[in-house]
């Protein structure tokens, strides 16, 4: 192992210290050894030895958060803009969360190789430590494609968010044409990909647009991996405010208008399927036959067709239709309840 100098000490030796010649009983050897010592005079320590420094070099010394900061900046510079440092002139902390395995690895023997070669850092440190995560997979492979989506396709305004089976496309378009096109690319993206079409039943649609409600995936960005039974029902709510499923008149078609919307509640429905959730249905007063009970429940069960098709559970979902209303529109709501055991 090199020989390492301890850590650099300043000391001011001012007149209150005892000068040469100023006790009597001081050893021969040591008297002999006695120096005098201008006033105000800086010394530092280097390889066990007082060296003599000026009062510049001491003002010109770079402190350590300041060494961090610009070691920071040169490893940002070569592809870790998350890293982060922590260095006492000691010991230099390596923290962050690593997309994966290979990257940790890197990032960290670059973290190495600069303190140990940078001029300041490097006569004094003593050890790296390597204190970073590994992301999720599943966010890291988001964060991978929000990456090659700003990159590659220039959407720098788009993101995507993964949880669980589920991703949502989220950003702030400029326009109609623009949040199409970013819609279209980044669902081809994801479902593309080896690694999130591994993982992925759906894509959900959550890219806003100016003066618009919001769309319809919002609701899915804040839900948990394992959300509570109030914040999936809150959910639901959320996606169908302002909007319903369109069927086509007196069928239990839906209407093509209506996929995203579905989309949406799929991937709720995928989200929160550790709950039991009713698909209830009911037809408008000029709707259906009789009572429209018939009519709803088939639709009812066209919807619940629709999320068995991407994935839910069986087990998760039941459909109910509850006819007709004389003052009623049609109506497609969910309710959330507990799983019976």
């Not at 069927?247 to 399927?273: K, N, Q």
Request: negative net charge; charged residues 25%; proline residues 3%.
């Amino acid at each position: 192992m090199r020989n390492r100098p301890e850590n650099l000490v300043i000391l001011m030796l001012a007149s209150l210290v005892v000068g040469c010649g100023q006790s009597s009983d001081a050893p021969s050897s040591a008297i002999s050894q006695c120096v005098d010592i201008p006033n105000g005079q800086y010394f530092q320590f280097v390889d066990g030895r007082l060296t003599s420094v000026t009062q510049r070099d001491v003002d010109n010394q770079e402190r350590p958060p300041e060494t961090a900061r610009r070691i920071g900046s040169t490893l940002a510079g070569m592809g870790y803009p998350w890293v982060s440092l922590d260095w006492d002139g000691q010991v230099a902390v390596v923290s962050g969360l690593a997309l994966d395995e290979a990257s940790r690895s890197d990032a960290f023997i670059a973290a190495k190789s600069v303190f140990e070669a940078d001029a300041v850092s490097g006569p004094l440190v003593q050890r790296v430590v390597n204190n970073m995560e590994v992301r999720a997979a599943e966010e890291a492979i988001a964060i991978r494609l929000t990456q090659e989506l700003a990159e590659e396709d220039g959407l720098r305004w788009l993101s995507v968010v993964i949880n669980g089976n589920v991703a949502t496309l989220v950003g702030a378009a400029s326009s109609e044409d623009d949040k199409q096109a970013g819609y279209r690319i980044g669902r081809s993206a994801v479902e593309s990909d080896l690694e999130s079409g591994a993982i992925v039943n759906i894509v959900v649609d959550a890219i806003a647009l100016p003066d618009a409600a919001d769309p319809v995936g919002t609701a899915l960005i804040g839900l948990d991996t394992a959300p509570e039974l109030a914040s999936c029902q809150a959910a639901f709510n959320q996606v169908m405010d302002g909007r319903d499923v369109a069927f086509e008149a007196g069928e239990a078609i839906v209407e093509r208008a209506s996929s995203r919307l579905l989309d949406a509640v799929t991937g709720a429905a995928l989200i929160c399927e550790d709950h039991a959730i009713e698909i209830a249905v009911r037809v408008g007063a000029m709707e259906g036959v009789g009572d429209g009970l018939d009519l709803s429940q088939q639709r009812a069960t066209a919807v619940r067709d629709y999320l068995l098709a991407y994935g839910v559970s069986s087990d998760a979902i039941s459909a109910r239709g509850y006819g007709r209303y004389e003052d009623a529109v049609s109506e497609t709501a969910f309710i959330v309840r507990p799983r019976e055991s």
